[in-house]
């Protein structure tokens, strides 16, 4: 066995470690970066990228559809389901490629290849090949797709979104199951390129929508372009003549059958903590394996172990995992002077079509014990101006503020360029704005902003009105 010591280890080579091990690097400590699968991190091999990929072939497709409605007409529509599936491949070798030139430029000496496992609270075991002593760890081993035991008669046939970008070509059909954010996005840029989609999903779930009345806009709007099977429950798979013959049950419990080119399993993502051999570290666990950790620090209890990236199970998106992954790195560079690193103001973004948002404090968030009182505002985009000269006149806006104070807490929606729209109330709120001077900003005319400014003038009155108020969707959220 090879031995090795060094200031820190960090355990991934994804976008939460090489965050973390250029951070660790800049504190000047001896730093050693471990990877055991393809470099390349998730968001660009399997995620993020190609997905998107992907939604932006099915954008094109749904143009030239909704053209006609404009007067437009693009003649006979065809999707090259090849074509389609080379660009995605393509673009996403290339976006790979600059994480492998990022790679190259770390030296030889920092880099080890193989599974790294605790063998004592600074003892690593990298494969069978090398032993590391490392005064302080930071774990950033990312997170795999939930695969569900139920489905494992269907074989090759089902898959997960690690598998679907390597497919050559567009598949006939597909069966999706869950309606998160993988769910959605795969589910309906399939369908509008042609593939006969399904979405299961065992609950009403959207995206990650908690608020009741975005989440009842959203699966109105899905339902209208996608089969839902919502309130089911996977019973079985089977291999069939090339196809998978899947066999589900309806909240009466009732069994129905269909067959499928492909089974896409979008039901979640587990952190990577199972074999690590976190036993040996001494840690405190959490229900869900994943050490308990300070969350500005991303410090484990007062180890000299930290935690990045979707490893922490705490916002498994790509901005959380390098911002986590600089402060886990500097603090495990300096430790033990351990410092609160920048967090910013929550948001997410589902790349849907309408796209769903999720900015600051979600509606369930909210509702819970010892949050502050607060008061919703809201714009339906039925008959927002910009929205339906588009023709994109769909979805609804919910946002939040604090009684007394008039502070925006956040917001919820399903909206025409919420992309954009999240992204402006997201810096509001991180800047501590309160409604009026968030409506005392710029509006342009015509914009889709203009619906922000009506949620946010609904909110304003409301927050006037005081506490009495009842929220028209006072029920529980989101299941
Ligand atoms: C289909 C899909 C679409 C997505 N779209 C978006 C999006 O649009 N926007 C967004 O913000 N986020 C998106 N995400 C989420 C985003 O990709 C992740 O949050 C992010 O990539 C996580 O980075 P990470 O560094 O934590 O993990 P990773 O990049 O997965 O890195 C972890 C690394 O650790 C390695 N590893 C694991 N265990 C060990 C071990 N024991 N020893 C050595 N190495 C180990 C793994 O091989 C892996 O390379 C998407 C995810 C998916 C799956
Ligand atoms: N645009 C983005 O930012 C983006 C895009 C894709 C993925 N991601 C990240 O990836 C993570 C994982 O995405 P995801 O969509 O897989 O997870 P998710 O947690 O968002 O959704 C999981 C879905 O699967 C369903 N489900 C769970 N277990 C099931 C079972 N046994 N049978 C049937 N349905 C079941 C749930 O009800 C839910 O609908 C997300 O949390 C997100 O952080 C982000």
């Not at 046939?157 to 996005?185: C, K, N, Q």
Request: net charge neutral; proline share 5%.
């Amino acid at each position: 066995m090879n031995k090795l010591n060094v200031d820190v280890a960090v355990i991934g080579a994804g976008t939460a470690g090489l965050s973390a091990y250029r951070a660790a690097r800049a504190q000047g400590a001896r730093t050693v970066l471990i990877e055991n699968g393809p470099y390349g991190t998730t968001c660009a091999r399997v995620g993020c990228m190609p997905s998107k990929l992907l939604i932006a072939a099915s954008e094109a497709a749904h143009m030239l559809h909704a053209a006609a409605a404009f007067g437009v007409h693009a003649g006979t529509i065809r999707v090259d389901g090849r074509a389609v599936m080379e660009r995605v491949q393509r673009e996403r070798d290339r976006f790979v490629g600059f994480v492998l030139d990022g790679m190259d430029d770390i030296p030889a000496a920092d880099k080890l290849r193989g599974r790294a496992r605790f063998t004592g609270p600074q003892a690593l075991q990298v494969d069978e090949h090398t032993l590391i002593e490392a005064a302080r760890v930071v774990i950033a081993t990312g997170s795999s797709p939930v695969r569900l035991p139920e489905l494992v008669g269907g074989g090759p046939g089902v898959i997960t979104s690690d598998d679907l970008f390597d497919l050559t070509e567009l598949p006939e059909s597909v069966a999706v199951i869950g309606t998160g954010v993988i769910g959605l996005e795969l589910g309906q840029a399939l369908s509008r390129l042609g593939v006969r989609v399904t979405l299961f999903a065992r609950g009403g779930s959207m995206a990650q929508l908690t608020d009741p009345a975005v989440l009842h806009t959203a699966t109105r709007l899905f339902a209208r372009e996608l089969a839902l099977g919502l309130q089911t429950r996977m019973v079985r798979a089977a291999q069939e003549d090339g196809q998978v013959a899947l066999t589900w049950a309806d909240a009466l419990g009732k069994e129905s059958t269909e067959r499928f080119r492909y089974v896409l399993v979008a039901a979640g993502r587990t952190p990577n903590v199972a074999n690590l051999g976190l036993e040996h570290t001494g840690l405190a666990l959490g229900a869900n394996g994943v050490p308990l950790f300070d969350s500005r620090t991303m410090q484990c209890g007062s180890s000299h172990i930290f935690i990045a990236g979707d490893a922490s199970d705490e916002r498994p998106v790509l901005p959380e995992a390098a911002d986590q992954g600089k402060i886990a790195g500097e603090n495990a560079g300096r430790y033990p002077d351990v410092r609160p690193g920048l967090r910013r103001t929550p948001l997410t973004i589902a790349f849907t079509e309408p796209n769903i948002a999720v900015l600051g404090e979600g509606y369930r968030a909210l509702c819970a014990c010892g949050m502050p009182k607060f008061a919703v505002g809201a714009a339906s985009f039925e008959n927002q101006g910009r929205s339906r000269v588009m023709l994109q006149n769909r979805g609804l806006l919910r946002v939040y503020g604090e009684y007394g104070s008039g502070r925006f807490l956040g917001a919820e929606m399903i909206a025409p360029r919420a992309e954009h729209l999240a992204h402006t109330l997201a810096w509001a709120c991180q800047a501590g704005m309160c409604v009026q001077q968030m409506l005392a900003m710029p509006f342009y005319h015509p914009v889709v902003e203009e619906g922000v400014r009506t949620a946010l003038r609904d909110l304003a009155a409301n927050l006037v009105r005081g506490e009495s108020g009842v929220d028209a969707a006072d029920s529980e959220p989101g299941t």
